[in-house]
């Protein structure tokens, strides 16, 4: 459940960075070369999509998709609190939520 959570956040995350705004507050710079933009935009639609197999994984078909909605929520509030005030420490930790839920997700199956 914490790795769709992390997945989600960081999707999140990479749909704020293709914007301008946030691009250049994490950044420096107001202009996103289109490339960047478009591969933050799939990256970001990408790891949304993939929270979604994970949190019907961890709660089945009967609840999964409705506890995703949730998810959804519930990963987009740190982001929209940490993103006026922090908007590096917000971006940074996009990358590193997935990765270590994962290793801690692996490390409890072992």
């Not at 993939?50 to 995703?68: L, T, Y």
Request: hydrophobic share 60%; proline share 8%; aromatic share 10%.
């Amino acid at each position: 459940m914490l790795f769709a959570l992390a997945l989600a956040y960081a999707g999140f995350a990479a749909l704020c960075l293709a914007m301008e705004r946030h691009h250049g507050e994490v950044f420096g710079s107001r202009r996103i070369p289109p490339k960047r933009r478009l591969a933050l935009r799939l990256i970001g639609w990408t790891l949304l999509a993939a929270s979604f197999p994970a949190c019907v994984a961890s709660w089945g078909w009967v609840i999964g998709p409705a506890a995703w909605c949730g998810l959804l929520t519930a990963a987009a509030l740190p982001l929209v609190l940490l993103l006026p005030y922090a908007p590096r420490i917000a971006a940074g930790f996009a990358p590193v939520a997935p990765i270590l839920t994962g290793l801690a997700a692996l490390a409890a199956r072992i």
